[in-house]
C-alpha cells in the first residue's frame, strides 16, 4: 500500500480513472449481457414451447393410435433445428412412447407416474415439456432437449467483444488521461519542484508560476507570498545577526581589555600592596624580638595588634589574589571522594580553632564527583571555617555535612547550628566584601563566600544559603553530575 | 417400435390403455368378453370420433353420438368403459345401436358412425349405396370395403390394425378427416386414383 502512495501523483490519478472507467464499462457490459441472456433464453424457451407443441399436436394420432412409427417419424423431423439434442414422447401413463437424439438427456424421467409439464434449465441443457392432448384429454407428454448452443456461441461472441472494448478503453483511457493529467497537474508539479529546489540551496527568490485561480493557482499564489515574507524575514534576521556578531565582538574586545586591565592591576595591587606589609611585619618582629623588654604590658599589647592586623591584610591580599585568579585558571577535572577530602579538611580547619570546645561533626556519605579538588578544598575549606566562626557563641557547636542527587547534580550541604543570618539580605552573603554581620561580631573579610561562589560558578553548579538569625544556617552546591567544564 | 411375441395382439390392447380415459378400462374389457381385435377396433372407432368433423347439423347438439353396427355386433361389452366418455371435448353420451342386415338407409342414417363387419361383406354395394350422401362415417374391415364406397377399412397387419382411407367417399359425405388420420393411413384413395 506504501508503494502505491508514493506513485506520483499524475500516475495516481491516472490509475483513478481507469479503474473507474474499466468499472463503469464492467458493470453496464455485464447488466447488458445478462439481460441479453435472459431475454434471448426466454425467446428460446418459447420457440422450445411452440415447437414441443407442434410436434406434439402432430403426434396425436400416433398417440391415439398407437403408431410409434409415426411419432418417431415426426420427432425425426426435429432435426432441422441443430441444437435440438433430444426429443421424447411419453404416454399417458408416463412411458417412454417415442424418442429422438440423446435419449439419456431427455428420456429421464418415465414410468412413474405423471411427466410435468414446465421449462427447466439444466446444466448443459434447456428443457422444455409439453402436454398433448386431443380435445383437451390428455394423450400423453412431449419432452424437449436444446444445447442452447446458439444462446452459448453469442455469449461467447459478446464477451469477447466487451473485453476487446474493455481493453481498447483501458489503452485510451491510459494514453489520454496520463497526456491531460500532466496538463492539469502542471501548476503543482511546478510547485513541488520549486519547494524541492528551495529546500535544496535555500535561495527564497524562487517563485512558483501563476497558475489560474483554481485552487492550484491560489496554493501557488500563497507559496509565493509565503516565500515573499520568508525572504524578508531571512533578509533581516541576516542583518540583526551581523549586528549583533558586531556588538559582541566589540564588548568581547572590550570585556578583554577590561580583562587585562584587571588583571594587572589586581597583580600590581597585591604585590605592591605585600611589599610595605612585609616590611611593617618585620620590623614589627624585630621590636616584638629585640624590644619587647623595654616595653610595658600596653606596648606588648599595641605590638600584637599590629602584627595581628598585618597578617590579616596579607591573608585579604591572598584571598583577593586567588579570587582574582580564579577567572583565568584552568580547571583541573578529576575524580574526587569528597568525604575524605572533607574529613581531611576539618581536621586542618579545626587545628586553627584550638580553644573551641564542644564540636560535633556529622559526616553522611558523600556522592563521588568529578571537580577540580584543590580548588573544591578551598570551597569546603571556606565553608567549614564560616561554620565555626559562626558557632563560636555556642557550647557545642553542630555541623552536618551532606549530600544528596537531584536529577543530574549532586547537592551538597552544610549546615549548622551558629548565628544563623536575616533570610532577608540572603542575595548579599555571596557578594564580594559584603559581611552581614561585624567585624566585632565575628571575623572575617568577606571574600570567602565570595570565592566558594566563583569556584561552584566555574565548575558550573549553583550556591545559595538559607538561614535564620539565631538558629543556624544552611549552605548549599551544586555541582552536575557530568562534571562541569570550565 | 414393434410388439413382437405370441400375444402381441394382446399387448397392443394393452398398451391402448395409453389411449385417453377409455385406458385402464379398454385394457379391462379386453378381458370381458370381446376379442381383444375388437377392443382395439373399439378403441379406434372412438378414436375416428376424434378425429373426423361432421358437418353441423340442424340440431347439433344432439345428446347421443351414435356407433351404429349392422349385422352381427362383434363388439360385445367392448365399448362400455367408453360411452360415458367426452368425445371432442364435448359431453356426448356414445350409444351403440344394432341394426339388422336390412336395414334402410333413412335408419342407417342417424349413426355417426356405421360399422359394417366381415360377415355383410356381400352386401356392401346395398348398405353403402344408399348411404354415400348422409354423413355417417362407413368403417369396415374387409377388402373392397373403399373400392364399394366404404371410407375407413380397418386392416390387420403383423399385430397392429392399421386402416385405409377413401378419402372421396368421406368428401361426399360432406366430412372431413384429420391430416394425421390420412398420413397414418395405408392407403389413401382420393379422385385421380389411389396412392399411398
Not at chain 1, 611585619?281 to 592586623?309: H, T
Request: hydrophobic content about 45%; proline content about 2%.
Amino acid at each position: 500500500m506504501t508503494a502505491l502512495r508514493d506513485l506520483s501523483i499524475v500516475k495516481k490519478l491516472n490509475l483513478l480513472l481507469i479503474l473507474t472507467s474499466c468499472l463503469a464499462i464492467s458493470i453496464s457490459c455485464v447488466v447488458f449481457l445478462s439481460l441479453s441472456f435472459f431475454s434471448r433464453r426466454a425467446s428460446l424457451v418459447g420457440e422450445l414451447s411452440a415447437l414441443a407443441d407442434i410436434t406434439g399436436n402432430n403426434c396425436q394420432a400416433a398417440l391415439a393410435f398407437n403408431i410409434r412409427e409415426d411419432a418417431e417419424q415426426v420427432l425425426n423431423s426435429l432435426s432441422a433445428k441443430p441444437s435440438l439434442v433430444a426429443a421424447c414422447i411419453y404416454d399417458g401413463r408416463g412411458k417412454v412412447f417415442a424418442a429422438y437424439g440423446d435419449r439419456a438427456t431427455a428420456c429421464q424421467e418415465g414410468g412413474q407416474g405423471k411427466v410435468r409439464e414446465g421449462t427447466y434449465f439444466r446444466k448443459d441443457y434447456l428443457e422444455v415439456s409439453r402436454r398433448i392432448s386431443l380435445h383437451d384429454a390428455p394423450l400423453g407428454n412431449i419432452r424437449l432437449a436444446d444445447d442452447m448452443r446458439g444462446l452459448r456461441s453469442s455469449l461467447r461472441h459478446s464477451i469477447l467483444a466487451m473485453s476487446a472494448v474493455l481493453l481498447l478503453v483501458l489503452a485510451a483511457a491510459s494514453l489520454l488521461g496520463y497526456y491531460l493529467l500532466k496538463r492539469v497537474l502542471r501548476p503543482v508539479l511546478d510547485l513541488t519542484g520549486k519547494a524541492r529546489t528551495i529546500a535544496r540551496d535555500g535561495n527564497y527568490a524562487v517563485r512558483a508560476e501563476a497558475a489560474g485561480s483554481d485552487e492550484f493557482g491560489l496554493l501557488a499564489a500563497a507559496f509565493n507570498q509565503m516565500l515573499s515574507k520568508i525572504e524578508f524575514q531571512s533578509a533581516e534576521l541576516e542583518e540583526d545577526r551581523l549586528n549583533l556578531a558586531a556588538r559582541v565582538a566589540e564588548r568581547t574586545k572590550e570585556l578583554e581589555a577590561a580583562n587585562r586591565e584587571l588583571d594587572a592591576f589586581g597583580y600590581s595591587v597585591s604585590h605592591d600592596l605585600r611589599a610595605p606589609l612585609r616590611s611593617i611585619n618585620g620590623f614589627a618582629g624585630v621590636l616584638r624580638d629585640d624590644y619587647s623588654d623595654k616595653l610595658d604590658e600596653n606596648g606588648r599589647r599595641v605590638l600584637q595588634r599590629i602584627a595581628a592586623n598585618a597578617k590579616k591584610m596579607d591573608q585579604l591580599i591572598s584571598d583577593l589574589l586567588a579570587f582574582s585568579h580564579l577567572g583565568r585558571q584552568e580547571l583541573n577535572f578529576a575524580p574526587v571522594d569528597m568525604k575524605e577530602l572533607v574529613a581531611e579538611v576539618f581536621g586542618e580547619i579545626r587545628g586553627l580553632f584550638p580553644e573551641k570546645r564542644g564540636i560535633e561533626l556529622v559526616l553522611a556519605d558523600l556522592c563521588r564527583v568529578n571537580a577540580d579538588a584543590a580548588l573544591l578544598r578551598q570551597v569546603w575549606s571556606n565553608l567549614i571555617s564560616n561554620a565555626l566562626k559562626f558557632t563560636g557563641e555556642k557550647k557545642t557547636a553542630v555541623i552536618k555535612i551532606g549530600c544528596e542527587t537531584e536529577g543530574n547534580e549532586f547537592k551538597f550541604y552544610i549546615r549548622d547550628n551558629g548565628a544563623g543570618f536575616d533570610m532577608r539580605y540572603s542575595d548579599k552573603l555571596f557578594g564580594v566584601f559584603q559581611r552581614l554581620h561585624s567585624g566585632q561580631e565575628f571575623e572575617g573579610n568577606g571574600v570567602g563566600l565570595a570565592l566558594v561562589q566563583r569556584i561552584i560558578q566555574r565548575h558550573k553548579g549553583r550556591v545559595w544559603a538559607e538561614g535564620e538569625t539565631g538558629k543556624g544556617a544552611v549552605f548549599y552546591f551544586t555541582l552536575p553530575k557530568g562534571g562541569g567544564n570550565g | 417400435m414393434k410388439i413382437r411375441g405370441r400375444s402381441g395382439l394382446f399387448i397392443s390392447a394393452c398398451l391402448l390403455a395409453l389411449l385417453p380415459a377409455a385406458a385402464p378400462s379398454l385394457r379391462a374389457a379386453g378381458g370381458r368378453g370381446a376379442a381383444p381385435e375388437y377392443s382395439i377396433k373399439a378403441a379406434y372407432l372412438y378414436n375416428f370420433l376424434q378425429f373426423v368433423t361432421w358437418p353441423p347439423a340442424g340440431d347439433s347438439d344432439k345428446a347421443d353420438l351414435v356407433i351404429g353396427v349392422i349385422g352381427r355386433d362383434p363388439f360385445g361389452s367392448a365399448f362400455d368403459e367408453v360411452k360415458n366418455k367426452k368425445v371432442r371435448g364435448l359431453e356426448r353420451k356414445l350409444v351403440v345401436r344394432e341394426f339388422g342386415a336390412s336395414a334402410p338407409p333413412e335408419e342407417l342414417k342417424q349413426c355417426d358412425i356405421l360399422f359394417v363387419p366381415a360377415s355383410e361383406r356381400e352386401r356392401y354395394a346395398d348398405i353403402l349405396g344408399g348411404l354415400e350422401k348422409y354423413p355417417v362415417l362407413t368403417v369396415g374391415e374387409s377388402d373392397g370395403f373403399l373400392e364399394s364406397g366404404g371410407m375407413i377399412n380397418l386392416l390387420v397387419v403383423g399385430n397392429n390394425i392399421r386402416w385405409e382411407i377413401n378419402k372421396e367417399s368421406v368428401d361426399r359425405a360432406g366430412l372431413r378427416a384429420a391430416s394425421q388420420l390420412l398420413g397414418n393411413a395405408l392407403r389413401v384413395i382420393k379422385a385421380a386414383g389411389a396412392y399411398r
